[in-house]
Structures are given as structure tokens and as C-alpha cells.
DNA sequence: TAAGGTACTCACCTTTTGGTAAGTTATGGG
DNA sequence: CCCATAACTTACCAAAAGGTGAGTACCTTA
């Protein structure tokens, strides 16, 4: 009936210093899901993505690309103009999970009234 | 092919007031996913709780499992025994939020070795 | 009488996270 | 000549998150 944890976590258990935590970390943090999400659309710039992202300072934008970056959920593309022009999108690992965080935001924003309302 | 966002985020904006954001943040909080996904293997007790979610203090199990029970994911059954047996469950809304938990958690159990060796 | 078990709470302190405002780069346009 | 532009970086400070160790309650068992 309900989905259920690979084999791994089977007991609930989650090891302190597994890099699952890490990974988990990352891509559910703040800013990291808002990021993900918005690339989820497409590709887009620095300057958009600091829009889409409302209330971000640009201190965690870049903090929260690069950490994508490296895990490499984020692919950066830098054109050598000036002014300079960045794209930011999705590689082939960002899409699968952004396929999985997409229906979690939506879910969270169809219950979100209700929850906070202590409705229910 | 891919998943998309609401309409009310079809354009990539999370307003920064928004009740879901405040409803993201709970549920994708280090502590609240490990709490959620530990119970969606059943019903549990604190010191079980404790055990689980590895490296979690009192302090941090006590306020997390509060948060997910004012947000009616969690329901706490105190039985009035000395010494105290308290026994903590997913509500429906909280196995809701854990079917979509739990592939996501899986996925970064699955990726996390290549994620952090920055591979692929 | 004293210790043990369970589920907490509290006060205090450290660590981490995040915001702000300034500076940087190089070029094209007025 | 100088300002605007885009995508950053840096230093400094404030706020929030989180750890530690003690304390509490009350009954049961030794």
C-alpha cells in the first residue's frame, strides 16, 4: 500500500555519517529546492533566478549554484561577454530529481493553507 | 515528459511570504524527513525515534515532533503509565507526505556515492 | 531506602547559517 | 571620461539552529 525504504534504510535507520545525509541535505535545503524547482522550467540566468527565487541574497544564490554545481544537479554555462551572461540548467541527474521534488512542492502547496490553519 | 509546478507557480516565483514555504521548510528539514520517513515504517516510540533517526538530541526530536504535530502529520498517543509510554504515528496526511518522502530519500540513498565523489 | 526506567523541559553556550553593503571585472555607449 | 551592466566575491555582523548537561515526574522493583 505504501511506498517503503530501499533495503538499506529498511530498519529507519540513518547512519550519522552516510553520505545520503549529505546528498539529503542538499537537495532539500531552502534554497536549494527553490533552485532546483525554478530550473525545472528551463534554462535561466542568474539574474532571473535570483527573481524567481524571491528573498534570496545573492551570497546564497551563488552558494547554493555551486554546491549544485559540484553535485552535479546544476550545469553552468558562462559566455564570454561583457557584461557577462550566465545560463544555469538542469543536467540529466537535476531533472530525475527534480521530477521527484516537483510533486513533494505541490503537495506541500495544496495543503499548505490547511496545515497552517491547523485544519483537518 | 517532465513533472511541472502548480499554476499558482507556474512561472518559477515562490513568494516569500507564502504559506508554503513555511510548510517546505518543516517538511524538508533535516530532522522533520528523518522523523516522517522513520515512521512511515509504523508506529513508534520516542526512545525508538531516538534510536532511528541517528545523531538527533532530545532537544531536536522533541521540537521537530512537535512542529510535525501542530502541522497534523504526526499524532502523539500518551498512555497515562509510570514510567511514561508515549507511541508516535503518521497521520493520513502525514503518509501522504511520506509517499512522496520516500522515493525522493531512495533516490538520493541510490545517488549519493556518485553524487559525492562527483562522478558521471 | 534507594535506584531505575521513560519522556520529556530548561538554561546556557557554541556553531552554523544567512543578511548587508561594498568592491571587482571589462567593455560599450553617451 | 565616466557610468552602467551582469555576475559575482568579500568582510563583517546578526540571527537562528543546535548541542550539553542538568533537572523533573512518578511508580515499580530490589
Redesign the pocket.
Known sequence: MHAHLPDGLADGVFPAGCPSRTVL?HIT???GVLILLSLSEGEQ????L?RRAE????????????TLERDGLVL?K?QPV???????SLTERGHELSDLLVPLVTWAYNNADDIINGQR
Open positions: 541535505d535545503s531552502k534554497w540566468r542568474w539574474s532571473e535570483r528573498g534570496i541574497s545573492e551570497k546564497m544564490l551563488a552558494q547554493t549554484l555551486k553552468r558562462a561583457i557584461p557577462p551572461r550566465v545560463d544555469y
